[in-house]
């Protein structure tokens, strides 16, 4: 069984962020990173809470961690 490397990214936060700004910078990070590793696993949005964090990472197994 061959199993493909996975690269995780795990943009946390808090609600306090100035929004406009961290969501701007998310999706550049997201165009960074893409750019670097094509196959990079990415949350559709920023983690905001411990919730949102733990439904994404309940949906990965990886062997590489970008926080």
């Known amino acids: 069984m061959n199993k493909k490397f996975q690269v ?3 943009p946390i936060g ?3 962020f100035h929004m406009p700004s961290a969501t701007e910078q998310f999706q550049l990070s ?3 990173l893409k750019g670097l590793y094509e196959d ?3 949350p559709d ?4 809470s ?3 964090l733990n439904t994404f990472l309940e949906t990965v197994n ?3 961690v970008i926080l």
């Open 8 to 10: 995780i990214y795990v």
């Open 50 to 52: 411990v919730d949102k």
């Open 62 to 64: 990886p062997d590489l």
């Open 45 to 48: 949005e920023m983690l905001l």
């Open 14 to 16: 808090v609600g306090t």
């Open 30 to 32: 997201i165009q960074m």
């Open 40 to 42: 990079v696993i990415v």
